[in-house]
């Protein structure tokens, strides 16, 4: 079965920094893009960033270019979204996604931007 | 950017009744490689989302075929032939052609 768990959200301070973790398992890591998806309180869905199987290529939403870094590693089957700059418009639940057209769902991790 | 606009964003329905969501975007979908990258996701109340379709009338495996999707271009559309109570929550489309975009989503609720 597919697993992917998310983890490392928190209350952060605007201007600060937070690290996601994404534990995937049941398939083949090495193999599959990767995506984090955010979902702001009560609003919809939002693509964040993607990476390839060997992490030579990411893809940003604009918002997020130049603050966030996606990355992985295969050897652990990780997944990780390095946050920076954090604004209070990056409060949301940010959910691990498997692939580039997210066939699989994590639980999500909830990241609060707050003073 | 390529917007996806869905209609209409609350649908009330009957239990055992058709229900029908639209998504429109704002330029074509067909890709380079002559695939349609359009896709529709579930969101059950307190759930992480699930995707029930891909390249825009592929069933996901374990989806019920009372699910079905169709369209072409801009337009596309989301069917449910009967609903039933654990259809309740947000639908959305998605395109993963030009970088990736979501709709707004789309609230199914049960009268």
């Known amino acids: 079965e597919v697993q992917l768990v998310e983890s490392g959200g928190g209350l952060v301070q605007p201007g600060g920094a937070l690290r996601l973790s994404c534990a995937a398992s049941?398939?083949?890591?090495?193999?599959?893009?990767m995506t984090w998806v955010r979902q702001a309180p009560g609003k919809g869905l939002a693509w964040v960033a993607n990476i390839n199987q060997d992490g030579s290529v990411q893809y940003y939403v604009d918002s997020v270019k130049g603050r966030f870094t996606i990355s992985r590693d295969n050897a652990k089957n990780s997944l990780f979204l390095q946050m920076n700059s954090l604004r209070v418009e990056d409060t949301a639940i940010y959910y691990c996604?498997?692939?580039?057209?997210?066939?699989?769902w994590g639980q999500g991790t909830t990241v609060t931007v707050s003073s | 950017d390529v917007v996806m606009t869905q209609s209409p964003l609350s649908l009330p329905v009957t239990l055992g009744q058709p229900a029908s969501i639209s998504c429109r975007s704002s330029q074509s979908l067909v890709h380079s490689d002559g695939n349609t990258y359009l896709y529709w996701f579930q969101q059950r109340p307190g759930q992480s989302p699930r995707r029930l379709i891909y390249?825009?009338?592929n069933r996901d495996s374990g989806v019920p075929d009372r699910f079905s999707g169709s369209g072409s271009g801009t337009d596309f559309t989301l069917k449910i032939s009967r609903v039933e109570a654990e259809d309740a929550g947000v639908y959305y489309c998605?395109?993963?052609?030009?970088?990736?975009?979501f709709g707004q989503g789309t609230k199914v609720e049960i009268k």
């Open positions: 390249w825009v009338s």
């Open positions: 998605m395109q993963g052609t030009h970088l990736w975009t």
């Open positions: 996604t498997k692939g580039r057209y997210f066939h699989v």
């Open positions: 049941g398939f083949t890591f090495t193999s599959s893009w």
